[in-house]
C-alpha cells in the first residue's frame, strides 16, 4: 500500500474552541491508484492531505490517528524529507504558489539544485524536460508566472511537482479555477502522467465529476469523518450512504431526461460541538431515531465501505433518493 491513514484526528485550537476538522478518517492509496477525495467545503479534504504532507498551520495538531507510507509510519519530521523526492503537492492556484518576481524556469531549477543537489546545466535540461512533459514549450520557462494563462500555471505547477519524481501525487483540487475545457485537458493530461509515471494520487475535490471522470477509487468525507469509500464505478453507481446519493443526485447527468438538480438543504454541523450518532441525520431524509445517538460501525461489503445505520437497505433508499421529492420533504423537516 503506497498510503494508509488511520483514524487520523485534526484539531485546530481557535478563541471560540477546538476545531475537530477530522475526526477519525480512515483511508488507503493503493500503489499505482488514483484516489479521489470528495465532499462539500469544510468536510477536511485539505486539512487531511496537509497532515499526510505535514505542514499544517500553526493551531493545528494532529490529535491521534497514524499516516503509513509505503508502510512505514511518518510524523511531520519524518515527512519532511520525502517533500518532492516521494510527496509532491500541486496546489488549487498556481498564481499564488508561483513566485511573481521569479521566472517559472528558475523556480523549478531551484527545486533541483535545492532538493534534487542538480548542478546548473543538470537543472536547466530538467526543467526543459519537465515542460515537454506537461505540453509546455521549453522557451516559456523564461516566463514569468503572470504571463501564463490559468491553465499553463496549472501545467508549470505539476511539472514542478514532479521534478523529483516522485511516487505519491497530492492534487488540491488543481482544476476548481479553469474553465471546463481546460479542466478536461488537465485532467486527461494527469491520468496520462499517472500511467507514464507509475504514480500513485490523491485527488481532493468537490466536483464529484472530476471523480467519476479520473479516479480509480473514491473517499467521500462528510463533517470530518469518512462516511463511504470504494472503487469508483460501485460507490457512485450504487451509493449506499444518503450524503453520496445526494451529492450524486446534485450531478447533472446528460444522458438523463430529468433536468432538475436536487440539493442537499441545510448545513453541515459545527465541528466545535460534541457530536454523537451520524453527523448527516440532520440533513438526512431517510434518518431513523437510533441514527442520532451512540457510535457507528462500518459496514464493508466488496471493499464498498459506509457508515450508516441502513446501510442494509441501500437499494431501496436509492430508489427513493433519485425523487426530488424525498429531499423537499427533508427541507420541510428541517424548517
Not at 467545503?41 to 491521534?64: D, F, H, P, Q, Y
Not at 457512485?236 to 438538480?261: I, Q, V, W
Request: aromatic share 4%; with cysteine.
Amino acid at each position: 500500500m503506497m498510503l494508509s491513514v488511520e483514524d487520523l484526528q485534526i484539531h485546530y485550537a481557535t478563541r471560540d474552541g477546538t476545531v475537530r476538522a477530522v475526526d477519525g478518517a480512515t483511508f488507503a492509496v493503493p500503489e499505482g491508484r488514483i484516489v479521489g477525495l470528495v465532499g462539500e467545503s469544510g468536510c477536511g479534504k485539505t486539512t487531511a492531505v496537509r497532515a499526510i504532507m505535514g505542514v499544517l498551520a500553526e493551531n493545528g495538531r494532529r490529535a491521534g490517528g497514524q499516516v503509513r507510507f509505503k508502510d512505514q509510519p511518518i510524523d511531520a519530521k519524518a515527512t519532511r524529507p520525502l517533500l518532492w523526492r516521494e510527496i509532491a503537492y500541486v496546489p488549487q492556484s498556481a498564481m499564488s504558489s508561483l513566485d511573481p518576481v521569479y521566472t517559472v524556469g528558475a523556480q523549478i531549477e531551484e527545486v533541483l539544485l535545492k532538493r534534487g543537489g542538480a548542478s546548473r546545466a543538470e537543472a536547466k535540461a530538467r526543467a526543459a524536460e519537465l515542460f515537454e512533459l506537461v505540453g509546455l514549450s521549453d522557451r516559456r520557462l523564461r516566463d514569468y508566472p503572470h504571463q501564463f494563462s490559468g491553465g499553463m500555471r496549472q501545467r508549470a505547477a505539476i511539472a514542478m511537482a514532479l521534478a523529483l519524481e516522485p511516487s505519491l501525487l497530492l492534487a488540491d483540487e488543481p482544476v476548481t479555477a479553469l474553465d471546463v475545457i481546460v479542466q478536461r485537458q488537465i485532467l486527461d493530461m494527469l491520468r496520462s502522467l499517472q500511467q507514464r509515471l507509475k504514480l500513485s494520487m490523491v485527488m481532493v475535490t468537490h466536483d464529484i465529476s472530476v471523480v467519476a471522470y479520473l479516479c480509480d477509487e473514491v473517499v467521500v468525507m462528510y463533517a470530518g469523518q469518512v462516511v463511504e469509500s470504494g472503487p469508483v464505478r460501485e460507490v457512485l453507481g450504487r451509493p449506499r450512504h444518503p450524503y453520496t446519493m445526494g451529492l450524486r443526485n446534485a450531478f447533472p447527468d446528460l444522458l438523463s431526461d430529468a433536468m432538475e438538480l436536487v440539493p442537499i438543504h441545510g448545513s453541515p454541523p459545527d465541528l466545535r460541538q460534541t457530536l454523537t450518532g451520524c453527523r448527516f441525520a440532520p440533513r438526512c431524509p431517510f434518518v431513523q431515531p437510533a441514527c442520532t445517538a451512540g457510535t457507528l460501525d462500518a459496514d464493508v461489503a466488496n471493499d464498498h465501505l459506509t457508515v450508516c445505520r441502513r446501510s442494509a437497505q441501500a437499494d431501496g433508499l436509492r430508489t427513493a433518493a433519485l425523487d426530488p421529492n424525498t429531499w423537499l420533504s427533508s427541507q420541510s423537516a428541517m424548517s
